[in-house]
């Protein structure tokens, strides 16, 4: 039997940070501050809480988001600039527990397209940022850009450099959402196993979602030695999203023979990316895993009657646990008698078999015309059915 305690996996929600650079999902200071309460609430154990450089609001949010938040670290983004780094210094100041994130582009791609520089002066400036960032707290979290792309040679040797020189954690994101399962976690594998100093740091995932991949690659990134996920409420994020905080969270806990633990109230969720959804004006798909509209949906026969019989041969996760409003039995042309006869049931009619062979004849008709039959077109198929009768 293994005895051993679960791990806990850090949530770093960066819903305000990677998930406001959506378009048209920016927030204002209020919006953020409700926000942020609410994540706290959920349980996450980081908040990014925005990238203070970048605007007088955005410094604003985090000033007032540090004020507020008790319970939660609250993070601030900066590039590798001294002046960056200040800025999310000050913003901190008030944050019961404040931490830096700092960090630079590590892959070729970045190295010479975006920096014109070399393989060296970028791992003096890795060096210098977190020394930097080191002035204002000891809580910092060095990023790799575009780690997912990088050589793991060279990355290893940036990973101990910064480690070194005073970064708690270290970010291995996945910028692109470039990496297949199985290259993410070799990746997280092999800095576990060549970057010397590794025990001094949580290794963190951070995954975009470009090949949808997003996901997958956090929970390699886990099995493989990672501690922490960096993702956001309903996989907002730039471009296909970042890895979503509701999916990684629920795998770890549908998957809890894999021993691992996070300290998220599951019950939230729903309620949680209901609000993210309305105050960042951003729908959620209906057929989001865990909190879509369609997640506890069930439309076919052959689905249907085999959950009227027994839930679990179609659900894995109780809508409760999620604080989904619960399972729903759709009446569509692909519905069959169970189903019918249920909802009836539901409506206050007791049919026997044969009136429901008669009924389901009826109802055909009118479902091939429609996308879905609603309670309104019941009551009028049983009006109909008591007049002959
Ligand atoms: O995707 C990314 O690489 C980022 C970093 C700034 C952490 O968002
Ligand atoms: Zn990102």
Same mark, same amino acid.
């Given at each position: 039997? +293994?005895?051993?305690? &679960?791990?806990?996996? !850090?949530?770093? *929600?960066?819903?305000?940070? @990677?998930? $406001?650079?959506?378009?048209?999902?920016?927030?204002?200071?209020?919006?953020?501050?409700?926000?942020?309460?609410?994540?706290?609430?959920?349980?996450?154990?980081?908040?990014?809480?925005?990238?203070?450089?970048?605007?007088?609001?955005?410094?604003?949010?985090?000033?007032?988001?540090?004020?507020?938040?008790?319970?939660?670290?609250?993070?601030?983004?900066?590039?590798?600039?001294?002046?960056?780094?200040?800025?999310?210094?000050?913003?901190?100041?008030?944050?019961?527990?404040?931490?830096?994130?700092?960090?630079?582009?590590?892959?070729?791609?970045?190295?010479?397209?975006?920096?014109?520089?070399?393989?060296?002066?970028?791992?003096?400036?890795?060096?210098?940022?977190?020394?930097?960032?080191? +002035?204002?707290?000891? &809580?910092?979290?060095? !990023?790799?850009? *575009?780690?997912?792309?990088? @050589?793991? $040679?060279?990355?290893?040797?940036?990973?101990?450099?910064?480690?070194?020189?005073?970064?708690?954690?270290?970010?291995?994101?996945?910028?692109?959402?470039?990496?297949?399962?199985?290259?993410?976690?070799?990746?997280?594998?092999?800095?576990?196993?060549?970057?010397?100093?590794?025990?001094?740091?949580?290794?963190?995932?951070?995954?975009?979602?470009?090949?949808?991949?997003?996901?997958?690659?956090?929970?390699?990134?886990?099995?493989?030695?990672?501690?922490?996920?960096?993702?956001?409420?309903?996989?907002?994020?730039?471009?296909?999203?970042?890895?979503?905080?509701?999916?990684?969270?629920?795998?770890?806990?549908?998957?809890?023979?894999?021993?691992?633990?996070?300290?998220?109230?599951?019950?939230?969720?729903?309620?949680?990316?209901?609000?993210?959804?309305?105050?960042?004006?951003?729908?959620?798909?209906?057929?989001?895993?865990?909190?879509?509209?369609?997640?506890?949906?069930?439309?076919?026969?052959?689905?249907?009657?085999?959950?009227?019989?027994?839930?679990?041969?179609?659900?894995?996760?109780?809508?409760?646990?999620?604080?989904?409003?619960?399972?729903?039995?759709?009446?569509?042309?692909?519905?069959?008698?169970?189903?019918?006869?249920?909802?009836?049931?539901?409506?206050?009619?007791?049919?026997?078999?044969?009136?429901?062979?008669?009924?389901?004849?009826?109802?055909?008709?009118?479902?091939?015309?429609?996308?879905?039959?609603?309670?309104?077109?019941?009551?009028?198929?049983?009006?109909?059915?008591?007049?002959?009768?």
């Amino acid at each position: 039997m +293994n005895c051993m305690p &679960d791990q806990k996996i !850090y949530i770093f *929600d960066t819903t305000l940070r @990677d998930g $406001e650079q959506v378009p048209g999902c920016k927030l204002n200071t209020k919006e953020k501050i409700e926000l942020a309460l609410a994540l706290e609430d959920l349980g996450v154990d980081i908040i990014e809480a925005g990238f203070p450089i970048s605007s007088p609001g955005d410094f604003q949010s985090v000033e007032e988001i540090s004020k507020v938040i008790r319970n939660a670290t609250i993070c601030a983004l900066s590039r590798s600039v001294q002046k960056d780094i200040e800025v999310a210094g000050e913003a901190l100041k008030k944050a019961k527990r404040g931490r830096i994130h700092t960090g630079i582009g590590t892959s070729d791609f970045h190295i010479k397209g975006k920096f014109n520089s070399n393989r060296e002066d970028i791992l003096a400036r890795a060096i210098q940022c977190v020394k930097w960032a080191r +002035n204002y707290t000891d &809580d910092v979290e060095f !990023y790799a850009e *575009d780690a997912g792309r990088t @050589d793991n $040679e060279y990355l290893a040797r940036v990973i101990e450099a910064v480690i070194a020189a005073g970064a708690t954690t270290v970010n291995i994101p996945d910028t692109t959402g470039y990496c297949l399962p199985s290259q993410y976690g070799e990746k997280i594998a092999y800095l576990v196993n060549n970057v010397s100093n590794i025990d001094k740091a949580v290794i963190s995932c951070h995954c975009h979602n470009d090949l949808g991949l997003a996901t997958a690659n956090s929970i390699a990134g886990v099995i493989n030695g990672a501690r922490q996920i960096e993702c956001t409420i309903n996989g907002l994020g730039e471009r296909a999203g970042n890895t979503s905080l509701e999916e990684v969270v629920m795998i770890l806990k549908q998957h809890h023979t894999l021993g691992y633990t996070t300290s998220i109230k599951a019950q939230q969720l729903n309620p949680l990316s209901r609000l993210v959804s309305d105050t960042m004006r951003m729908p959620v798909q209906p057929n989001k895993a865990i909190v879509g509209s369609n997640a506890f949906s069930h439309s076919s026969g052959i689905h249907q009657d085999g959950f009227l019989k027994d839930a679990q041969t179609y659900e894995i996760i109780n809508p409760d646990e999620v604080g989904a409003e619960g399972s729903k039995i759709v009446l569509t042309a692909r519905s069959g008698r169970s189903a019918l006869a249920h909802r009836f049931h539901k409506l206050g009619f007791q049919y026997t078999r044969n009136d429901i062979d008669v009924l389901y004849a009826q109802f055909l008709n009118v479902a091939d015309g429609k996308k879905e039959v609603n309670d309104e077109d019941l009551q009028a198929l049983a009006n109909e059915y008591q007049a002959v009768a």
